[in-house]
């Protein structure tokens, strides 16, 4: 199975980088990841408009205020990324699934060689499967090799919250199997995200979610982000449920 890496910065993003690097923004989260606000402004424009034809726009209006005094993050300073390269993980992981408990998983990502072990990364996929499609995606090698990292440094098994998701939102990094939220038993969360923060050399995405006790890691094109949900978690929301092409039975969380 072929797996893609992500593409390079591209122009639109430098530019973001000159007009807004260090700057606080409104935006992120597990419903938005940190996804640049620029890219979403026409679109919710567009809502509006339909929204204001079905009275809806008023209820719309309420819960972008609630999200965003809720929601509050940055785009990362080339100065805050790590220097060095990061060096290669030991491989050795240990997952368990919030969705899936009873299949547990502990490999090794690397073979002898130092080249992918295979069959060990379709075993995450699985375990990182859409818990409401039980579709299966390819995740991302280099977000497997990050929880490497964090499994070698707390030497606890990573509770997965939330792995790939077929959902309607197709921008989410979850959607595009570059994304997973985590918990370790014993671990708070700001510790997760202190060592996280030490992983990234460019293109990564963290944030803390305090009510719901997980980590959300990815990783992207970039800049990377921070930030912090205080929201309580949704995971019924309407963007992450199945797309609507999807003929399975409608599953809730």
């Known amino acids: 199975m072929l ?29 938005d990841e ?12 567009s809502t509006a408009s339909v929204a204001s034809k079905t009275g809806a726009s008023h209820h719309g209006k309420v819960r972008a205020k609630k999200k965003s005094k809720n929601v509050s993050g940055r785009v990362v300073a080339e100065s805050e990324l790590r220097k060095e390269p990061l060096p290669r993980p030991s491989g050795n992981l240990k997952i368990a699934s919030v969705n899936f408990a009873d ?3 502990d490999v090794n990502i690397y073979n002898e060689d130092g080249s992918y ?12 499967r859409c818990k409401r499609t039980n579709d299966e ?39 595009k199997g570059s994304a997973s939220d985590i918990r370790i038993s014993g671990v708070a969360p700001k510790k997760i995200v202190t ?5 990234d050399t460019g293109g990564m995405g963290i944030g803390i979610y305090p009510k719901s006790q997980f980590v959300h890691v990815d990783v992207r094109p970039l800049p990377s982000f921070r930030w912090i949900d205080n929201s309580r978690a949704n995971p019924n929301a309407r963007e992450k449920q199945p797309p609507r092409t999807w003929r399975g039975k409608k599953l809730s969380s």
């Open 3 to 31: 797996r893609f890496g992500f593409l390079a910065v591209t122009f639109a993003t430098s530019l973001i980088l000159q007009a807004g690097q260090g700057t606080a923004w409104a935006r992120g989260g597990d419903e």
């Open 34 to 45: 940190g996804e640049i606000g620029t890219a979403s402004t026409s679109s919710t424009s």
């Open 103 to 105: 299949e547990p998983v």
């Open 117 to 128: 072990n295979i069959e060990a990364l379709h075993k995450v996929d699985h375990m990182l």
């Open 137 to 175: 995606k390819p995740i991302e090698p280099r977000l497997v090799a990050i929880l490497s990292h964090i499994y070698d440094h707390f030497g606890k098994p990573l509770e997965i919250v939330s792995g790939y998701r077929n959902q309607q939102k197709e921008t989410s990094f979850h959607f």
């Open 195 to 199: 060592f996280a923060n030490s992983l």
